[in-house]
């Protein structure tokens, strides 16, 4: 339970650095806008709620309706919230649910600039969402379920706020291979979303095992891992891992229904 508060508080720290300076740099500087797709041919794109952060496009995959409500989980500056109130129009209602103050306070003037009256963004932790059962027909998330700790407890309560029939679109971080263990344990990179990752078959069997149907990989892209970051969390037989693709960082999109 320690380590988890000490996981939360660091990726907290720095998602609220970066609401502040709004650039995509987490964690000894590294850049990891490497990771995002561009959003600006988007229909609802705000330039200034896209700090980069993401590691693919949800609202892509889920087929949002108008009329729906959309829960965004960890929704940073609202980037993916404006493109889904796009899709749902007036009568539907999107909620972007982030623990950082500095992200929330950036959002909120980032709505109030564009004067939408059915989005609305509150704080909370994604292992205990603030929202009633079956209250939401679609659940996004973008880079971000990989930063919590307690990922069995975050899928079960994502189903639970989430009606029958549901839908679930997240783009995340996942890794093929064995990632060493000195790269999981190095908290810095929790920021980055690597030492969070789990495995791609074991990403899926959660969700699996928290009673989604069919959890299918929609979108896959490898990300390449600068040598340097390995080498400072790590060792050159890692290194060499890496370069001959005995284990690999990818980011997916994922698809599913409760």
């Known amino acids: 339970m320690e380590k988890n508060n000490e996981v939360k508080q660091f990726v907290m720290d ?20 490497m990771f995002s797709d561009s959003y600006a041919a988007k229909k609802g794109y705000v330039p ?3 700090l980069s952060l993401g590691c693919g496009i949800p609202t892509d995959y889920v087929n949002i309706k108008q009329g729906e ?6 929704s940073g500056a609202g980037n993916d919230c404006f493109v889904a109130r796009s899709i749902v129009g007036e009568n539907g209602k999107v909620t972007g649910l982030d623990f950082s103050d500095k992200m929330l306070e950036k959002a909120r003037l980032n709505n109030e600039k564009m004067g939408y009256k059915n989005v609305s963004f509150v704080k909370g932790d994604i292992e ?20 919590v700790p307690d990922k069995t407890k975050a ?11 549901g839908r679930l679109s997240v783009s995340d971080i996942v890794i093929r291979g064995d990632l060493p263990q000195e790269l999981r344990d190095a908290v810095a990179l929790y920021a980055g979303c690597i030492s969070g990752a789990l495995k791609i078959d074991e990403y899926i069997q959660a969700f699996k095992e928290a009673g ?11 990300l390449p891992i600068s040598d340097r970051l390995i080498l400072k969390h790590s060792t050159e037989k890692a290194l060499a891992d890496f370069k001959e693709g005995l284990v690999e960082v990818l980011s997916i999109t994922l698809f599913a229904r409760k």
């Open 155 to 165: 899928f079960s309560e994502i189903r639970r706020v989430m009606k029958p029939g």
């Open 48 to 50: 200034d709620a896209d």
């Open 128 to 147: 205990s969402i603030p929202l009633p059962d079956n209250s939401v027909d679609v659940v996004i998330s973008n880079c971000v379920l990989n930063l």
């Open 14 to 33: 720095r998602y609220n650095e970066v609401a502040e300076s709004s650039c995509g740099c987490c964690g000894d500087n590294t850049n990891y806008t």
């Open 212 to 222: 989604f149907e069919n959890p299918e990989t929609k979108k896959e892209k490898h």
């Open 69 to 74: 409500h959309v829960l965004d989980l960890g």
